[in-house]
């Protein structure tokens, strides 16, 4: 993969320290307006599971340098971008902070994955097409989760079944655009090189 730019270990720390200090401010405020009803600390340890994810693939892969910064970062941003949402209260004030939320995260967090399917050599096809498939089986399994939390008793999520449809159309969508966009923008040339030849 091309060497990481001096800025991706900078994002990446960034990304990491606002997810916990914004989810240390949902367990210690869960009084607030904007945590009622949605299981915040129910979700935390959740949330902070994806900041394991790249180290540990990383390492199980044979830790092979660079380390992929701005993958871990993408993968770790749309966990941080839920939380201030809801920290922030936008998902109160603002109708259609949902939408945007579930298509923007899907484009970071299937960006990312699709920037680590470079680094296994397959061809950008391949990895668009994994990429997007990724984000569908997300997408169904976080709805999924969702209602389970609401059925356990966590009465602000609010689900109707026109708000998941449109959830899984938009988080599948978000992902296709994610992973085009890695490809298209973050793909090394070496790997092109090396799925042509």
Do not use: C
Not at 99 to 104: A, E, I, P, R, S
Not at 149 to 169: K, R
């Amino acid at each position: 993969m091309a060497k990481e730019s001096g800025w991706q270990p900078t994002l990446l720390w960034v990304v990491r320290i606002g997810l916990v200090a914004a989810l240390a401010v949902t367990v210690a405020f869960p009084d607030w307006e904007q945590f009622a009803g949605k299981g915040m600390a129910f979700r935390a340890p959740f949330y902070l599971v994806p900041a394991f994810v790249v180290p540990l693939v990383w390492k199980l892969r044979g830790s092979h340098r660079p380390y992929p910064y701005l993958v871990d970062a993408l993968v770790v941003a749309p966990f941080l971008a839920d939380t201030l949402g809801n920290a922030l209260n936008f998902y109160n004030t603002y109708d259609r902070t949902d939408d945007v939320l579930h298509f923007l995260n899907w484009v970071l967090l299937m960006g990312g994955i699709t920037l680590g399917l470079a680094r296994t050599g397959i061809g950008r096809l391949n990895a668009w097409s994994l990429g997007w498939g990724f984000g569908g089986l997300a997408i169904i399994w976080w709805e999924a989760a969702e209602f389970l939390v609401q059925e356990m008793g966590t009465a602000g999520l609010s689900l109707t079944y026109e708000d998941t449809v449109g959830d899984l159309i938009l988080s599948s969508t978000g992902g296709a655009v994610g992973a085009a966009l890695a490809i298209a923008f973050g793909w090394p040339s070496r790997v092109n090189e090396k799925a042509a030849g």
